[in-house]
């Protein structure tokens, strides 16, 4: 063989071919990808529960097979005490979602672990245990939204602007909120306690001007 004949392997016109082959293959990667997590990420799946969740107790237990915490489905809890359809469930989870985007929570918060780190993170606020229980969670946080001002935990630590929330706006929030506390995020946020979701005694309820006791993860 000639000292200057080129091996196979070494040619140009083979790692010209090997090129395309690998892009067209990691095109095809690509594409598959892109559809598989579509599917994983929308909601109705079995990671993403459907809007409807939101007419059901949603708790936040840890699994010992996979060795994190995990969201609990339980029973019929309707937030603001009306069990909606799955379609003004959508509306209404929708309606917060854009809430928190017009409002630019995000230059706070953080979303599913998106956004900014000034002000805790949203992803399970509507199982946050600062709202003392879960009889006067719904309107704590609603009012929390409306007036954050007015309210004794805002006045410690970083504040909350008033954001001129109305009292839709507000509801609304507290549904996407409580919809994104049902979402299988693999265990994050690590380390967290939820609300306790047992009944309130019933020989003494707690009135709905109680305050938290820490401040809560909120936009």
Same mark, same amino acid.
């Given at each position: 063989m000639s000292q200057t004949q080129t091996l196979w392997w070494a040619s140009?016109? %083979?790692w010209r071919k090997m090129a395309i082959w690998v892009t067209a293959g990691s095109f095809v990667v690509l594409i598959f990808l892109t559809f598989d997590t579509v599917k994983q990420i929308t909601a109705g799946g079995k990671r993403v529960p459907a809007y409807s969740v939101i007419n059901h107790q949603i708790d936040y237990k840890f699994d010992e097979k996979r060795n994190f915490q995990v969201p609990v489905i339980g029973p019929e809890e309707p !937030? %603001?005490?009306?069990k909606l359809t799955e379609a003004e469930a959508e509306a209404l989870v929708s309606h917060g979602k854009l809430t928190t985007q017009a409002k630019n929570c995000m230059n706070c918060h953080t979303l599913l =672990? *998106? =956004?900014s780190y000034y +002000? $805790?993170?949203?992803?399970?606020a509507w199982l946050d245990p600062?709202? =003392? *229980?879960k009889d006067v969670r719904e309107q704590q946080m609603v009012e929390f !939204?409306? *007036?954050p001002q007015d309210r004794l935990h805002n006045a410690q630590g970083r504040r909350m602007p008033n954001l001129k929330i109305t009292e839709a706006e507000a509801r609304a929030t507290v549904a996407f909120l409580k919809w994104m506390s049902s979402i299988d995020t693999n265990g994050f946020p690590a380390n967290f306690t939820p609300i306790d979701q047992s009944a309130a005694p019933a020989a003494a309820p707690a $009135? +709905?001007?109680v305050e938290p006791a820490a401040a809560p993860a909120q936009p």
């Open positions: 140009e016109s %083979f !937030l %603001f005490g009306k =672990g *998106n =956004g +002000a $805790p993170d949203l992803t399970k600062a709202w =003392g *229980n !939204l409306m *007036n $009135p +709905a001007a």
